[in-house]
């Protein structure tokens, strides 16, 4: 969610249609997402972790179940060597790995539960990935943009 002025962005968790967490500060009232009304993407992994794809900031954000941020990744210098991570999606496998698309770099990048990077596929032939999503057999699908086109993606887990 965002404000209608656009400078603050938060999760709210509902059961049912009742409001019980707020998340969208840390450290000392600094914000945990960017302030404006530009997509963010957001999943919860296995362990109750909250992850969200916040492209606008070029970051994976992570808080745990009580919203506590547990780490932050802003792009690995091997995918990013060109132009700035842009997370556009985000989904976990059944390792609890998180899987995002990087727009800027056209590949999708796949981080542990903790935020290590551990590889990027870039040999797929995307174009303007902006959606992931991964099935019950951990099989990937990357939407593009501007084509339309979803891809399923077999990859190294």
Not at 7 to 28: A, N, P
Not at 37 to 52: A, G, L, P, Q, R
Request: net charge negative; glycine share 8%.
């Amino acid at each position: 969610m965002f404000k209608h002025d656009e400078t603050k962005s938060k999760v709210v968790r509902y059961l049912g249609s009742t409001e019980i967490q707020t998340i969208q500060f840390y450290d000392e009232g600094k914000p945990l997402y960017s302030g404006n009304d530009i997509i963010k993407f957001i999943t919860e992994n296995k362990n109750y972790d909250i992850c969200v794809a916040d492209c606008e900031a070029g970051a994976v954000v992570v808080v745990n179940q009580e919203g506590k941020l547990r780490w932050r990744y802003a792009g690995h210098p091997l995918v990013t060597k060109n132009k700035s991570f842009k997370p556009y999606g985000i989904a976990t496998n059944s390792q609890s790995h998180i899987l995002t698309a990087d727009g800027n770099n056209q590949c999708i990048c796949i981080l542990d539960q903790d935020g290590q990077f551990l590889r990027y596929i870039d040999n797929c032939d995307l174009k303007d990935p902006c959606g992931v999503c991964v099935d019950s057999d951990d099989n990937l699908f990357v939407c593009e943009y501007f084509d339309g086109n979803v891809k399923k993606i077999k990859y190294q887990k």
